[in-house]
């Protein structure tokens, strides 16, 4: 069961006391996918171990004036540079394991590539949170003892997600409840002293930040990173495994560029712009090579018109695939990006032209009877085939010249081995691609098939010479979509909601310790007046009553009654409970806000809005606080912020109106 409740226009839903927080995977149960996890998890470790090694030998380098120490120090500092160089070449090879994320159907196809989670160490957070508890809300710390135990299991659990709906499910819970912990223990003037520690994807370097925001940063990639694993292991021998791949790349592509988009400076290469423009460009690049393989899947009727439109769709993938390969050569990620990665995205643009020029061979060679009706619309289509008008007659003559087309026919297919055996030979150069024996087959099947068809039509008694076909022109009947994560489709709770509602009692805001006064009704009433709902405000006192000689003051927030909490309470629960009061009085307990201007709109708006994770304009201005603060006491830690958002906020956000606006729910007691 749950309960809910609902305030001035916020709401929670309280918790069951037991099965609440999901679940990760056994992360010491033995499947191949767990056991790259843990190798990739010690490599990180050793390379963490090396890389304090060599910065105290560099340290001890610089400081020392005795040559012989400084030889001794220079010969362990190429010692340890080795051993870094063998680790990094170790963890590239582990990254490179794509086949251990492909699906486990006898289907032959094309691997793709995944990315592996992105580790961290783990952290306590049960000090800092129990003082802020302590300090801030004036509450007692060990109360919330299950609560933030409970986000601590939570942060263990997202550590080793699974690789399905589930594991996503679980990453998206944590990224929200980063939200919620934001906003109440994270506050721009001062620091907890909290530090996570995340490990670069492909590297293995560490990155460490106070920064929430390099948190939440990397859950968010670990989101993308697994839209990616669970793209690869599809079935795509199926109509129904494609669409899950392309969603799921498409899913991975929303997530790696709204990291690109709202964070800038991160502090770790594999989150930076230019290593996310790469993936997003794979990814949409993998989202391609479904759809292709799709069209395939789905085009039954073998004619001359099919066979153009697969051309045209293989050509698009070698298009896209041509373009990630251009951009992994660039600085600073040429030399970051795996090799394995660099030679399979070559690979597959050689591979995917020589496929659109072999569709373009069969369409001409094996489908010369054009329907009269039908002309036109064929002279139209094939006008706009080729980049440019091929060389020797019109379209018209060489759509009915057989001989025409088996010449052109013959030219696509030559063009198509070259390719082939271009791509073979660049898969041959990549010791980590040779040991991918799928791959070695999809390119060696593709070839001798190309080779076949050749020798079909090749014939001796040709005396023309093979024209340089011109290159096809790129065509998708399925564009890609970029889709952006979902933050609301996991609905998450509070887990510290009985600190109150966000709206008041967050870390920006100040108020002075909870006074508990006694009041006894007069013959007029305890004279103040109630307004608004979760916490309820004393919107005025009467001078000279009861209230004001118990020293209650106008704003204050009636936070329990008798013992009895209620600052989630409703103004008719409260007044409901003044009214069920003894004659010997009531004890109410009150606090008073130390900047009750600070409470605009604007604030309680990004405060309770669901939506104000990432690219809420009012955090940007909090983080904005928050580096100038980090800056002044982290020395030469990086700093990894949100860039400012321009996008207007949707009007029809709910929020808490300021009380001075609610006079149809105040009343006098």
């Known amino acids: 069961?749950?309960?809910?409740?609902?305030?001035?226009?916020?709401?929670?839903?309280?918790?069951?006391?037991?099965?609440?927080?999901?679940?990760?995977?056994?992360?010491?149960?033995?499947?191949?996918?767990?056991?790259?996890?843990?190798?990739?998890?010690?490599?990180?470790?050793?390379?963490?171990?090396?890389?304090?090694?060599?910065?105290?030998?560099?340290?001890?380098?610089?400081?020392?004036?005795?040559?012989?120490?400084?030889?001794?120090?220079?010969?362990?500092?190429?010692?340890?540079?080795?051993?870094?160089q063998l680790l990094k070449e170790e963890l590239e090879e582990l990254n490179s394991s794509v086949e251990v994320y492909q699906n486990d159907s006898?289907?032959?196809?094309?691997?793709?590539?995944?990315?592996?989670?992105?580790?961290?160490?783990?952290?306590?957070?049960?000090?800092?949170?129990?003082?802020?508890?302590?300090?801030?809300?004036?509450?007692?710390?060990?109360?919330?003892?299950?609560?933030?135990?409970?986000?601590?299991?939570?942060?263990?659990?997202?550590?080793?997600?699974?690789?399905?709906?589930?594991?996503?499910?679980?990453?998206?819970?944590?990224?929200?409840?980063?939200?919620?912990?934001?906003?109440?223990?994270?506050?721009?003037?001062?620091?907890?002293?909290?530090?996570?520690?995340?490990?670069?994807?492909?590297?293995?370097?560490?990155?460490?930040?106070?920064?929430?925001?390099?948190?939440?940063?990397?859950?968010?990639?670990?989101?993308?990173?697994?839209?990616?694993?669970?793209?690869?292991?599809?079935?795509?021998?199926?109509?129904?495994?494609?669409?899950?791949?392309?969603?799921?790349?498409?899913?991975?592509?929303?997530?790696?560029?709204?990291?690109?988009?709202?964070?800038?400076?991160?502090?770790?290469?594999?989150?930076?712009?230019?290593?996310?423009?790469?993936?997003?460009?794979?990814?949409?690049?993998?989202?391609?090579?479904?759809?292709?393989?799709?069209?395939?899947?789905?085009?039954?009727?073998?004619?001359?018109?099919?066979q153009l439109q697969i051309a045209q769709e293989a050509a698009k993938v070698d298009d896209i695939y041509a373009l990630v390969y251009q951009t992994m050569l660039q600085p600073p990620v040429k030399d970051y990006i795996p090799f394995s990665w660099t030679a399979m995205v070559q690979v597959k643009s050689q591979h995917f032209k020589a496929l659109s020029h072999y569709h373009a061979a069969i369409a001409l060679c094996e489908y010369s009877s054009i329907p009269e009706k039908e002309e036109n619309e064929y002279e139209k289509i094939f006008l706009q085939f080729h980049v440019t008008v091929p060389e020797g007659p019109s379209v018209n003559v060489l759509l009915h010249d057989h001989e025409e087309r088996q010449k052109l026919g013959k030219a696509h297919l030559k063009k198509a081995v070259i390719q082939h055996e271009e791509a073979m030979r660049l898969h041959g150069l990549c010791k980590i691609l040779r040991k991918i024996d799928i791959l070695q087959e999809v390119l060696s099947f593709a070839h001798r098939r190309s080779l076949n068809k050749y020798s079909e039509i090749d014939n001796e008694d040709d005396f023309f010479e093979t024209v340089e076909p011109p290159?096809?022109?790129?065509?998708?009947?399925?564009?890609?979509?970029?889709?952006?994560?979902?933050?609301?489709?996991?609905?998450?709770?509070?887990?510290?909601?009985?600190?109150?509602?966000?709206?008041?009692?967050?870390?920006?805001?100040?108020?002075?310790?909870?006074?508990?006064?006694?009041?006894?009704?007069?013959?007029?009433?305890?004279?103040?007046?109630?307004?608004?709902?979760?916490?309820?405000?004393?919107?005025?006192?009467?001078?000279?009553?009861?209230?004001?000689?118990?020293?209650?003051?106008?704003?204050?927030?009636?936070?329990?009654?008798?013992g009895s909490d209620c600052k989630w309470s409703k103004h008719a629960e409260v007044v409901q409970a003044l009214k069920n009061i003894e004659d010997d009085g009531v004890d109410i307990s009150v606090i008073t806000p130390q900047c009750p201007e600070v409470q605009t709109v604007a604030d309680r708006k990004s405060l309770i809005s669901s939506s104000g994770f990432l690219g809420s304009s009012n955090n940007n201005k909090e983080n904005a606080q928050k580096n100038i603060q980090n800056s002044l006491s982290t020395g030469t830690l990086l700093h990894w912020n949100k860039k400012k958002s321009t996008s207007k906020r949707n009007n029809g956000s709910t929020f808490s109106l300021p009380f001075a606006s609610v006079r149809n729910n105040e009343s006098m007691y």
């Open 1 to 84: 069961m749950t309960t809910e409740q609902e305030g001035d226009g916020e709401s929670f839903v309280q918790p069951q006391d037991s099965g609440s927080v999901r679940k990760g995977c056994d992360p010491f149960a033995q499947t191949q996918r767990s056991k790259l996890q843990h190798r990739r998890a010690r490599i990180n470790q050793q390379i963490n171990k090396e890389m304090r090694m060599r910065a105290g030998a560099e340290n001890l380098f610089r400081a020392t004036n005795n040559h012989k120490v400084k030889e001794t120090v220079a010969l362990e500092l190429s010692y340890v540079n080795s051993s870094l």
């Open 106 to 306: 006898e289907s032959i196809s094309v691997p793709m590539i995944p990315l592996g989670l992105k580790e961290t160490r783990e952290i306590d957070l049960t000090v800092p949170l129990m003082d802020v508890i302590h300090e801030h809300y004036y509450e007692d710390g060990s109360q919330f003892e299950k609560e933030i135990k409970e986000f601590m299991d939570l942060r263990q659990a997202m550590r080793t997600p699974t690789r399905n709906e589930a594991g996503l499910e679980l990453l998206m819970e944590y990224y929200s409840q980063l939200y919620y912990l934001e906003n109440r223990f994270f506050s721009p003037s001062k620091n907890l002293g909290i530090y996570f520690h995340w490990y670069d994807s492909l590297t293995g370097v560490p990155s460490c930040q106070r920064a929430l925001a390099f948190e939440k940063g990397s859950v968010l990639f670990n989101v993308g990173a697994l839209y990616t694993q669970i793209g690869a292991r599809q079935d795509r021998s199926t109509v129904e495994g494609i669409d899950n791949a392309i969603d799921a790349f498409q899913r991975s592509a929303g997530a790696f560029n709204y990291l690109k988009e709202n964070f800038s400076n991160a502090p770790s290469l594999d989150m930076s712009s230019a290593s996310l423009n790469i993936l997003v460009r794979l990814m949409i690049a993998q989202v391609q090579e479904c759809i292709f393989e799709k069209v395939m899947l789905t085009k039954t009727k073998h004619d001359f018109l099919t």
């Open 471 to 562: 290159d096809i022109h790129s065509k998708t009947e399925q564009k890609p979509e970029i889709k952006t994560p979902n933050f609301t489709k996991v609905k998450v709770t509070d887990l510290f909601y009985r600190l109150g509602p966000l709206s008041v009692f967050n870390a920006k805001s100040k108020w002075s310790p909870p006074r508990t006064v006694r009041l006894v009704k007069g013959e007029s009433g305890f004279g103040f007046t109630l307004r608004g709902d979760a916490p309820v405000l004393i919107a005025g006192v009467v001078a000279d009553g009861c209230a004001a000689e118990a020293g209650l003051k106008k704003s204050d927030y009636i936070v329990s009654i008798n």
